[in-house]
């Protein structure tokens, strides 16, 4: 009888612990999609919904072997699945004042293999976060 007081007692705790974290990831990405906190790494990227309506996100940037990388490294991702849908994108990268339009490329086999292991993050972020899939894309400039 003792037994399934502490049991009982313990998945209670237990789960109002993952209540807890799930919550705190809630707050985080909310947070950070409310605030959009640009910097020196930090392109806007307008991506368009299948009925054409443009949306604006902030995103860090990561230049590798002279090309341009996005990642989506958060559970709310509506701008990556309208890239993969419509890969056609204007970006407005760090220090310029005007959209440029670029190809949103995903990435496959030995690529994303390296960018993966160049575009990394630490376990604090990827607790903070959720541990959410990551999916990279390569920005190629059109003429």
């Not at 090309?67 to 220090?95: D, S, T």
């Not at 575009?119 to 190629?140: C, N």
Request: hydrophobic fraction near 40%; charged fraction near 25%.
């Amino acid at each position: 009888m003792r037994n399934n007081k502490i049991v009982k007692w313990l998945a209670i705790g237990v789960g109002l612990l993952f209540l807890v974290y799930v919550g705190s990831i809630v707050w985080f990405e909310a947070r950070l999609g409310y605030n959009q906190p640009q910097g020196n790494t930090s392109l806007v990227i307008a991506t368009f919904s299948d009925d054409n309506e443009r949306h604006e996100r902030v995103l860090r940037l990561e230049k590798i072997d002279g090309r341009n990388y996005i990642a989506a490294n958060h559970w709310p991702r509506a701008w990556y699945n309208q890239a993969i849908n419509n890969p056609n994108v204007e970006v407005k990268l760090p220090g310029e004042d005007s959209f440029g339009n670029y190809l949103a490329v995903p990435l496959e086999g030995d690529e994303e293999k390296h960018i993966r292991g160049a575009y990394s993050f630490g376990f604090e972020f990827r607790f903070r976060t959720g541990f959410p899939p990551r999916y990279f894309l390569r920005l190629d400039p059109q003429t």
